[in-house]
């Protein structure tokens, strides 16, 4: 049974384990970064969740004990924009298409719209259709198009659609 929470101090490991095996599947083709994360990555994810910042949280999709999925809320602690933020999220390919990433997504707007966030913003390669599909489901429309915004390892160019959810 998957359950979901709120991120923390601590998940950081199972986390990388999650993004890295998604990596090493093949299906994370068009995620941001094709590079294995590392400790130092472990030690930056606990920190930022140890810091409880209003404008740095995630939910984890939790299997026994493993992570078999994150998504991810970031936005400026001040200045002009600090009303929107960024959202990314992964989930372990042995739990592909199980609502997983639709439980943890909502579960992140309302929690963005909880700390006061107004806008929510969200980039997935055009070719990225479970992405795509997850990101119209959930209300996010269609602001525009990075032309070759993403370059993916076989060394093509793929154009990157940028979503936003306004929260109301
Ligand atoms: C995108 C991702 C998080 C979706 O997670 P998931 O738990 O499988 O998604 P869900 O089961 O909640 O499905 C969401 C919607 O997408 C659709 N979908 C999911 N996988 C699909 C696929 N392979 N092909 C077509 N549609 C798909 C589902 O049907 C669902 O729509 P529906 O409820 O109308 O049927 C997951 O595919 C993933 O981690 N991909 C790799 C990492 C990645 O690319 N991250 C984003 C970088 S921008």
């Avoid at 998957?2 to 093949?26: P, T």
């Avoid at 740095?56 to 600090?82: E, H, M, Q, W």
């Avoid at 990433?101 to 990225?128: C, H, P, Q, W, Y």
Wanted: net charge positive; charged share 30%.
């Amino acid at each position: 049974m998957v359950y979901i929470r709120q991120a923390q101090n601590g998940d950081g490991r199972g986390i990388i384990k999650c993004f890295n095996e998604g990596l090493r599947s093949g299906t994370y083709k068009y995620t941001g970064s094709n590079m294995y994360h590392n400790r130092r990555d472990i030690v930056d994810i606990d920190a930022m969740f140890q810091k409880n910042k209003k404008g740095a949280f995630g939910f984890v999709a939790v299997d026994g004990n493993k992570i078999v999925g994150v998504c991810i809320f970031l936005a400026k602690d001040s200045g002009r924009t600090r009303h929107r933020g960024e959202v990314s999220w992964g989930v372990h390919p042995d739990y592909f298409k199980h609502k997983i990433g639709t439980r943890l997504l909502k579960a992140v707007l309302m929690e963005a719209s909880k700390r006061g966030f107004i806008r929510v913003e969200a980039e997935s390669a055009k070719n990225n259709i479970p992405s795509t599909k997850l990101a119209k489901k959930l209300g996010f429309k269609l602001e525009g198009i990075k032309k070759r915004g993403l370059l993916i390892d076989n060394g093509k160019y793929v154009d990157t659609l940028m979503f936003c959810k306004i929260l109301t």
